[in-house]
């Protein structure tokens, strides 16, 4: 299903997302680049959204790790710390 969502995202089309969505507060900041959208992947709980790290090999168990995605809409360079942001729970 993500990656349905991420094509059509990338066709300009507004997915229907089937996980819920809830609003939280970022604990850093998420940087990006402008032209490309990013799904990052995070951990949320009470309300804050902490983004988990990816490099290297470990870029596997961060699925693991995370229980929902921010989606980085690709005219934005990311988002700041502390900022709201929309959130997708995973189940």
Known sequence: ALIYQTIQLMQNVNPSFPYPKTRGELSRKI???IGRIDFV??????????????????????LVKANGYVIVDKNHEGYEKEEKVDVYLFG
Do not use: H
């Open 31 to 33: 940087t990006s680049q």
């Open 41 to 62: 992947r995070v951990m949320f709980k009470n309300g804050l959204v902490n983004p988990i790290r990816v490099s290297g090999s470990g870029i596997l168990s961060t």
